[in-house]
């Protein structure tokens, strides 16, 4: 790699970056709701965009064609499904999301669990466990890209200083401009992550000979590469089935997610972005998947399967291609870090400081420790990339099922009246330790018959939140009134009538 061209397309892209964190500060309100959720103003491409932006990241150029390079293209009929499917998920919980926070002017996932349940036990809970599993997941994108920029420099950032720069740039435009800097880059770094996936897929399937003799060749060289189970065998109905859950519901359940339902300018918006989700997440996978495939033959016998792409783009591509194609995995880093890092510093005050204290914290102050937290996230998330923990794959690797575990509170809390707040916390516990505790090697594997803990973890999740939530006390009818007289009749509405009804918070 050219380290003078490599450079100067690093300085160029974090340039164009920290422009937009400016350009949208200039335009912010500097208010706390600006800064969380952009006012509730993001339109339907910019909303689809920064959705899709920070929702893909890293394991889109590495884990992906990585893991079809080891255990076959199955994932396509697991993965892509599921994420497709969560497109239904944005709609049956994010319409009622963005109603309920746009009423009643929540901000973060938990206010509006906090209220429905009644409960600031389950607030700070669900705040320590999704910090808990975050945490590591944050960290290896700047450990992606200090890789990623040490191999686009040609070693002339080292991988540490390059973890750091990047974190650092991050952190300044989420600093500068809340949400609306953070779905303005999401747009770019969206755009810039899907063009070069399909230039780096046309390139090494022409290195394999083309896409039919690139298949026929990879089909050769592994016997059942293409069977429905994989070469190895790991893609049964069983792994299926539990990816498919796993990513339908992790999609829909992310903090930045979330927070995007409250940004959306309206229904209708929401609504584009279900139109949209199965199209893009389709044409994103497809050529993941194929890289991995076509990998295999043009990269035969590699040992460390998610260095394929950057192995591939180093010895196959001019310099200029490939510095590119390195900044659309770092795109892909990035956009989804940034929303992390947003999410969690608006968590900090309202969902683990107030719940815990008891006192409430005024505007101003509440931006201040936002912003505090964000930083203080940043040297966490930097002192994890310097000398990684041992378990630190493994948590971040359990981040998907945990979010997921959450799906039948946010269900409860939307759907059904006699969900509780004990049911909540005793589901979120009993999926949680299922799933950690045997990803962290406290439970065998072996007890859950083949499989992934993640599928027991789901089951035990739902099934504890309806058989508790039976045997406790349901919150107050005013409570329950809040919640479901104002958003009920929105779904026993004409259309006509939905698309112009307004909202006064």
Not at 479 to 498: H, I, N, Q, R, S
Request: charged residues 10%; aromatic residues 14%.
């Amino acid at each position: 790699m050219n380290t003078a061209v490599g450079i100067f397309i690093l300085l160029l892209f974090f340039a164009i970056l920290l422009a937009k964190g400016i350009l949208a500060n200039r335009v912010s309100s500097k208010t706390v709701e600006d800064y969380y959720v952009a006012n509730r103003t993001l339109g339907p491409f910019i909303l689809v965009m920064t959705s899709y932006a920070s929702l893909v990241s890293a394991f889109l150029f590495i884990g992906v064609p990585g893991m079809v390079y080891n255990l076959g293209p199955g994932l396509i009929g697991a993965m892509t499904p599921g994420t497709i499917a969560a497109g239904l998920g944005f709609y049956l919980i994010g319409v009622r999301v963005w109603m309920l926070g746009k009423k009643y002017g929540y901000l973060t996932p938990v206010d509006l669990f906090r209220e429905r349940f009644e409960s600031r036990a389950l607030a700070v809970i669900m705040f320590v466990v999704i910090v808990l599993f975050t945490l590591p997941f944050m960290a290896l994108q700047p450990m992606g890209a200090g890789h990623f920029i040490n191999a686009l420099t040609g070693g002339a950032i080292p991988y540490y200083a390059g973890a750091a720069i990047t974190t650092v740039i991050l952190v300044v435009y989420v600093l500068l401009a809340g949400m609306r800097g953070v779905a303005w880059t999401d747009a770019l770094q969206g755009s810039l992550l899907f063009i070069f996936l399909w230039i780096t897929l046309f390139a090494i399937a022409g290195e394999a000979g083309g896409f039919a003799e690139g298949a026929r060749r990879a089909a050769e060289a592994t016997p059942n590469f293409f069977a429905r189970q994989g070469p190895t065998g790991f893609w049964n109905p069983r792994a299926i089935w539990t990816w498919f859950f796993v990513f339908c519901f992790s999609s829909v359940m992310q903090p930045h997610i979330f927070a995007r339902f409250y940004a959306a300018r309206s229904t209708r918006t929401i609504k584009s972005l279900v139109t949209f989700w199965p199209l893009i997440i389709a044409s994103t996978y497809i050529p993941a998947v194929l890289i991995g495939v076509y990998g295999k033959v043009v990269l035969p016998g590699l040992k460390q399967a998610d260095q394929l792409v950057p192995k591939f783009v180093v010895e196959y591509l001019p310099a200029w291609l490939g510095a590119l194609i390195f900044i659309g995995a770092l795109s892909a880093m990035m956009s989804t870090v940034d929303s992390q890092f947003l999410a969690l510093g608006s968590m900090v005050k309202r969902d683990f400081w107030e719940p815990l204290t008891g006192r409430k914290v005024d505007s101003r102050d509440e931006l201040k420790i936002s912003r505090w937290s964000i930083g203080i996230i940043a040297v966490i998330i930097l002192i994890l990339a310097y000398k990684p923990p041992a378990m630190i794959g493994m948590l971040g690797a359990a981040t998907f099922a945990v979010v997921a575990v959450l799906m039948p509170v946010a269900v409860g809390a939307l759907y059904w009246k006699r969900a509780t707040a004990v049911g909540c916390i005793v589901s979120i516990f009993s999926g949680t330790a299922i799933i950690g505790g045997t990803y962290l090697n406290f439970i065998p594997r072996a007890v859950w018959g083949g499989w992934d803990p993640s599928g027991p973890g789901l089951l035990a999740a739902a099934v504890t939140m309806v058989v508790v939530s039976l045997i406790t006390k349901a919150p107050g009818q005013a409570t329950l009134d809040k919640f479901f007289k104002f958003v009920e009749p929105y779904y026993e509405e004409p259309a006509g009538a939905k698309a112009g009804r307004s909202i006064a918070k």
